[in-house]
């Protein structure tokens, strides 16, 4: 959809360390499937980002920042807000991280599942690339579709578990109700 050279489904495990679990590529950079990633690599300030503003778009990671003006409020003296900006820069670490990888350009967009960063989809591309609101709102949706399918999935595989493990309970129940004492029924359950 986005012409990106590589697309990665990014997961957190439960310390923030991600892991790539699935990717789609034209061959032109890397393959990064099945690689792990330390939680450091995205910080917990970036995280809090990626829950606030479910995409952001890098065209290119060689531009230069520009200074807003004035850089506080004339009302209250505050400084501007941009963490909810599309048009906001990002860290000068990230954008060596990006050149270092051979990435250009970058477009994250959150996965959330009941309001949780559960992974993102991570698009690169080895030449600045820019894309349009419309395509960057069909962006969005489609990262709402996939959390959406993720969530239901693995609620789908918890209530299988639960019904599993109600099963086992019910099968150690019957054999302690069975057996002439608790002790019993549970040592032959057991085995």
Excluded at 82 to 92: D, E, I, M, Q, Y
Excluded at 102 to 126: N, R, V, Y
């Amino acid at each position: 959809v986005t012409g990106f050279n590589r697309v990665l489904l990014y997961r957190f495990d439960p310390q923030w360390h991600g892991t790539v679990v699935a990717e789609d590529g034209d061959g032109t950079l890397p393959s990064y499937l099945g690689l792990r990633f330390p939680a450091s690599d995205i910080p917990a300030q970036a995280r809090a980002l990626y829950r606030r503003q479910r995409l952001r778009l890098i065209p290119d990671a060689r531009y230069r920042p520009v200074p807003i003006e004035p850089a506080a409020s004339p009302l209250d003296g505050a400084p501007v807000d941009l963490s909810a900006s599309s048009l906001r820069s990002v860290s000068p670490v990230h954008l060596e991280y990006m050149r270092n990888m051979g990435t250009d350009a970058s477009m994250s967009i959150s996965l959330l599942i009941d309001g949780e960063l559960w992974g993102l989809i991570s698009c690169h591309h080895a030449a600045p690339r820019v894309l349009g609101p419309r395509l960057r709102s069909v962006c969005d949706f489609i990262g709402q579709l996939v959390a959406l399918q993720i969530g239901a999935r693995e609620r789908g595989a918890h209530a299988d578990e639960r019904l599993a493990l109600s099963e086992i309970e019910r099968l150690v129940l019957a054999q302690v109700l069975r057996a002439p004492s608790v002790h019993a029924g549970l040592k032959e359950s057991n085995g």
